[in-house]
Nanobody, 125 residues
Framework: QVQLLESGGGLVQAGGSLRLSCAAS????????MGWFRQPPGKEREFVAA????????NYADSVKGRFAISRGNAKNTVYLQMSSLKPEDTAVYYC??????????????????WGQGTQVTVSS
């Protein structure tokens, strides 16, 4: 297993930007894809973006395409989510996740093995 720690959340006005980071520690010598999910207030957790182990393949939810970008650090044990043109409906707790079984970066939550504790993103109108 790896331990995941998110950072970078906060309060931002609509139209603004934030960059979330997720650092992996523990068994980082294994290969794993990584993803971001979010849980808006009173709603279920939903897929946001994912990136393959190689970093070449990415996948986005339709609601964030063109506004969010996922990337991996050179050491591959850090993943970033650059969020731009933020909207109030982007308000949620954002979680990063790692999948050892599916290296392409799945969009389903059941494909992930390790989860972070989450970081709050609040977008004011």
């Amino acid at each position: 297993q790896v331990q995941l720690l998110e950072s970078g959340g906060g309060l931002v006005q609509a139209g603004g930007s934030l960059r979330l980071s997720c650092a992996a520690s523990g068994r980082t010598g294994n290969s794993y894809s990584m993803g971001w999910f979010r849980q808006p207030p009173g709603k279920e957790r939903e897929f946001v973006a994912a990136i393959s182990w190689s970093g070449i393949s990415t996948n986005y939810a339709d609601s964030v395409k063109g506004r969010f970008a996922i990337s991996r650090g050179n050491a591959k044990n850090t993943v970033y989510l650059q969020m731009s043109s933020l909207k109030p409906e982007d308000t949620a707790v954002y979680y990063c996740a790692a999948s050892f079984r599916l290296l392409y970066g799945p969009s389903g939550a059941t494909g992930y093995d390790s989860w972070g504790q989450g970081t709050q993103v609040t977008v004011s109108s």
